[in-house]
């Protein structure tokens, strides 16, 4: 089976930086994507790791360790507009499903 | 270019009615995976199909089908509906999921009364 795990809500302010872990244990790994969902909206996507390691995209960043089965989604620099849940989502070992955490709502507050 | 369409945008049904919904992805997306969203268990998976094929099928019962037409086009249909059914229904497609983003359709709201 699968499972993936992140704090269920977060707050930060304007300016500051949060960091959104997310831990999984999966029979199989074919990379990891972090989706921001403002309420009412669909899903769009942030990243995706499948590689040990960082990968920078302007304010946000995500990192991967495949051998500690954990990841985190780092972003700078909050704004307003961060405010939305934030959703981890392990591809299956057949490729064929993104099984997705529960979600982080995170609150920006000025 | 066109985002992924889902149709119709907000549902009203009574339990026992079935309901069909549909998504039209990306054009030259081939893989079109369903996902249904509710406040306590988040994201869960349905099934995904690939070229008219269905590649996988997630932990629900059985009056949760879908299908996938040659244009990739995909509908999906829900049986004897339960009140716990109201849900968000999205729909995403992608070219190929692994490794692949997969963009989501904005959802058809489900309330079963």
């Known amino acids: 089976g699968q499972n993936i795990d992140q704090p269920t809500e977060m707050t930060a302010t304007e300016g500051a930086i949060v960091q959104i872990n997310c831990t999984y244990q999966t029979s199989g790994f074919n990379g990891l994507f972090w989706y921001q969902q403002h309420a009412g909206e669909a899903p769009t996507f942030l990243s995706y790791?499948?590689?040990?390691g960082l990968e920078e995209k302007g304010r946000f960043s995500s990192f991967l360790s495949r051998s500690k089965g954990y990841s985190y989604l780092l972003l700078k620099e909050l704004q307003m507009k961060d405010s939305a849940s934030y959703l981890c989502a392990v591809v299956n070992q057949a490729g064929t499903a993104l099984i997705f955490g529960k979600g982080t709502t995170l609150s920006v507050s000025s | 270019k066109a985002g992924v369409t889902q149709t119709p945008r907000y549902l009203i049904k009574t339990r026992g009615q079935q309901v069909t919904l549909s998504c039209s992805p990306i054009s030259g997306h081939r893989s079109v995976s369903w996902y249904q969203q509710t406040p306590g268990q988040g994201l869960q998976f349905l099934f995904e199909y690939f070229s008219e094929t269905q590649r996988n099928k997630g932990n629900f019962p059985g009056r949760f089908s879908g299908r996938q037409f040659s244009n990739s086009r995909s509908e999906m249909n829900v049986s004897t509906l339960e009140l716990g059914d109201s849900a968000l229904y999205l729909c995403?497609?992608?070219?190929?999921?692994?490794?692949?983003?997969?963009?989501f359709g904005q959802g058809t709201r489900l309330t079963v009364v």
């Open positions: 790791n499948v590689l040990d």
């Open positions: 995403a497609s992608s070219l190929r999921l692994t490794g692949t983003e997969a963009f």
